[in-house]
């Protein structure tokens, strides 16, 4: 084995063979996660990882609270950080003192659909970490007067990023894509939204969100499985068992395929072609990630070296709420070159979802991702999120550490089946923001964002 690799390496190939020759496993290969239950009855998987400097468990919920309320809707939003100020009884500088002698990494986050969790830190600190943790989500500070302030603070930054180009396309693309509600709101960010964040508002959503049911955790580090069962007990055993109220996570969506122009003062055209896949957030996305850097790279070409504009484009196939993962294309480039920017990319495009990729496009994208993601996988905080993920889109244990099979296995007729299945015949529409919007030839030019409405 030893000298077929040796020649093998010889010839250039793979990683892989250096690790047989170094008597080191890959990555893959060390992660065998499993699923276990906790003395306190919280299921759990585990993967453990002895080299990792780090311990670490991630955990979450599908929320939903938030989208289904008909008012303070951001809650959940507002909620994680407002916990993350620390516990009753310590100030925010003492807090971050605590968490800085325990070298612990905390965060809580909530969006359109989860609220995520996670802690790190070394094995000989994570104890006190998990103690600290602990009391800030049982019994957090949550002082009207900071959420005021950073309520205060956040309309000043909308405010301000209401001159960006960008954050004017997104304002349109929230008319356009998203059916009126809670969530289209939430992503405008009015003032009317946050006014009706509130501490009692927050405290529901606690009670409706941070509970025993749904829950989903995940540990990767250097601890055995016993002592890992042992912490998270003591990090989230203190949990209500059910929420107060009922949670949905069913966010109206529509469709448009009109060409949309709003004239602005801005520094530089922004474009934005976008619309509702078929791609969904709980099926594995490691297609979708490829053809999205396959098409990025096309119109890489086709923006930037070919027109010689100062910027590239970007693809993205985004969890935005909903299922279905959104598809955005977007390139910020000089105003006199962005007509022939939006036909560049509208003809790499159409050729694109007519054509599909290669093969000499495919191969390095697969060889590429296995690398990077061999690379990923030997930090724990990393596997620890992957595990939690597939949890709470309900996949196997073994999910991770199939990775690499998973894009070994994707063929150039399974790319190009996704393309066509998952993307051709979508409606795409088209979201320009420039300083002038004259020659560009589209359906609707509007004042302001909220026009767009009238525009579908």
């Known amino acids: 084995m030893a000298r077929a690799c040796a020649a093998r390496l010889a010839m250039g190939l793979t990683a892989a063979c250096l690790a047989i020759a170094m008597h080191e496993p890959t990555a893959f290969a060390q992660i065998k996660a499993r699923d276990h239950v906790t003395p306190g009855g919280i299921p759990f998987r585990h993967a453990l990882m002895p080299r990792a400097q780090t311990q670490t468990i991630q955990f979450g919920w599908h929320d939903g609270y938030s989208f289904s309320q008909k008012e303070g809707h951001a809650a959940g939003s507002w909620g994680a950080g407002m916990i993350m100020q620390g516990p009753a009884g310590s100030s925010r500088g003492e807090f971050e003192e605590d968490a800085k002698d325990a070298q612990a990494r905390m965060f809580l ?160 055209t922004y474009l934005l072609i976008g619309g509702w896949s078929a791609f969904s957030r709980n099926e594995d996305p490691i297609t979708a990630d490829m053809l999205a850097k396959i098409l990025r790279e096309r119109l890489f070409k086709a923006v930037r070296e070919k027109l010689g504009a ?35 990319i509208r003809v790499e495009l159409a050729r694109f979802l007519a054509e599909g990729i290669t093969e000499a496009e495919l191969n390095p994208q697969k060889d590429k991702l296995i690398s990077d993601t061999r690379q990923s996988m030997r930090r724990a905080p990393y596997v620890a999120r992957l595990l939690r993920n597939a949890m709470l889109e309900n996949l196997p244990a073994d999910h991770v550490e199939t990775t690499e099979k998973r894009i070994a296995a994707i063929t150039l007729d399974h790319a190009n089946a996704a393309i066509r299945e998952k993307l051709g015949g979508k409606p795409l529409a088209t979201i320009i923001v420039a300083p002038a919007v004259e020659g560009f030839g589209v359906d609707c030019v509007v004042k302001t964002a909220a026009e767009a409405e009238t525009c579908r």
């Open 310 to 344: 100062a910027y590239g484009a970007t693809v993205r196939l985004g969890t935005v709420g909903p299922d279905m993962l959104f598809f955005s294309v977007s390139a910020a480039v000089e105003h006199e070159k962005a007509a022939d920017a939006l036909a560049a």
């Open 109 to 268: 986050q909530s969006n359109f659909r989860n609220t995520f969790g996670s802690l790190g830190a070394p094995p000989d600190k994570i104890d006190d970490a998990i103690a600290l943790f602990s009391r800030t989500l049982a019994n957090p500070a949550l002082d009207p007067e900071r959420l005021k302030e950073r309520i205060a603070n956040r309309k000043t930054e909308i405010r301000q990023a209401r001159v960006k180009a960008e954050t004017l396309a997104g304002d349109i693309g929230a008319y356009l894509f998203l059916a009126p509600g809670p969530a289209r709101q939430w992503r405008l960010g009015d003032d009317a939204i946050l006014d009706a964040v509130t501490i009692p508002r927050i405290e529901a959503w606690r009670k409706a969100v941070l509970t025993r049911e749904g829950l989903k955790v995940a540990a990767a580090g250097p601890e055995p499985v016993e002592k890992v069962a042992a912490q998270i007990d003591k990090l989230l055993g203190h949990l209500p068992g059910k929420g107060t109220e009922a949670r949905s996570n069913d966010i109206p969506i529509q469709h448009s395929a009109k060409s949309v122009a709003l004239a602005a003062p801005v520094p530089q």
